[in-house]
T-cell receptor, first 113, second 113 residues
Framework: GESVGLHLPTLSVQEGDNSIINCAYSNSASDYFIWYKQESGKGPQFIIDIRSNMDKRQGQRVTVLLNKTVKHLSLQIAATQPGDSAVYFCAENIAGSARQLTFGSGTQLTVLP | NAGVTQTPKFRILKIGQSMTLQCTQDMNHNYMYWYRQDPGMGLKLIYYSVGAGITDKGEVPNGYNVSRSTTEDFPLRLELAAPSQTSVYFC????????????FGSGTRLTVV
């Protein structure tokens, strides 16, 4: 089965609200995590990453939280905008795996006007 | 820089036909990957390469072949196409040093009928 999974397949939020997208992983040897955004008809685009020796990392309007105790990852998007509507994937790298990323099935984020 | 370029963008194949999906990158990345994405699903690794002349199987290699004769190019060959190979195919590359993230191409949408 997949090592990386998502709690919710779809998420709808009002424009201006904050969004939280969750991801569970099962491999304790995962040492690096990435969030990607995929707009319809396009390839995934990098959003933010975090190493396993960190528990929080912030970017522009995005924050990733890592809880290694429960093997949980979340992506927080502040002041969600219509352009944030997309599918969001978390991906993990397992140490020693030749930098192979394992992807979850994705969460469809829809921003409501 | 063009980044990662995939051709063609769309293709319809008949069962039993063969084709090659092209992927080229101009970032001098050592690592290259082929993923497939089925509708509503995450990306699954087909093959990867850590450098010219070196390739290895990923999670779902059956029905595919790859070669890596140069750093820039990583073509994916489908022999005897089957309906189960209907998918969107993404090529990606990575430096192999430092940052673990991938740069993705825009994808090839393949339909086998």
């Amino acid at each position: 089965g997949e090592s990386v999974g998502l709690h919710l397949p779809t998420l709808s939020v009002q424009e201006g609200d904050n969004s939280i997208i969750n991801c569970a992983y099962s491999n304790s040897a995962s040492d690096y995590f990435i969030w990607y955004k995929q707009e319809s008809g396009k390839g995934p685009q990098f959003i933010i990453d975090i190493r396993s020796n960190m528990d929080k990392r912030q970017g522009q309007r995005v924050t990733v939280l890592l809880n290694k105790t429960v093997k949980h990852l979340s992506l927080q998007i502040a002041a969600t905008q219509p352009g944030d509507s997309a599918v969001y994937f978390c991906a993990e790298n397992i140490a020693g795996s030749a930098r192979q990323l394992t992807f979850g099935s994705g969460t469809q984020l829809t921003v409501l006007p | 820089n063009a980044g990662v370029t995939q051709t063609p963008k769309f293709r319809i194949l008949k069962i039993g036909q063969s084709m090659t999906l092209q992927c080229t990158q101009d970032m001098n990345h050592n690592y290259m990957y082929w993923y497939r994405q089925d509708p509503g699903m995450g990306l699954k690794l087909i093959y990867y390469s850590v450098g010219a002349g070196i390739t290895d199987k990923g999670e779902v290699p059956n029905g595919y072949n790859v070669s890596r004769s140069t750093t820039e190019d990583f073509p994916l060959r489908l022999e005897l196409a089957a309906p189960s190979q209907t998918s969107v195919y993404f090529c990606a590359s990575s430096t192999g040093q430092g940052w673990y993230g991938y740069t993705f191409g825009s994808g090839t949408r393949l339909t086998v009928v």
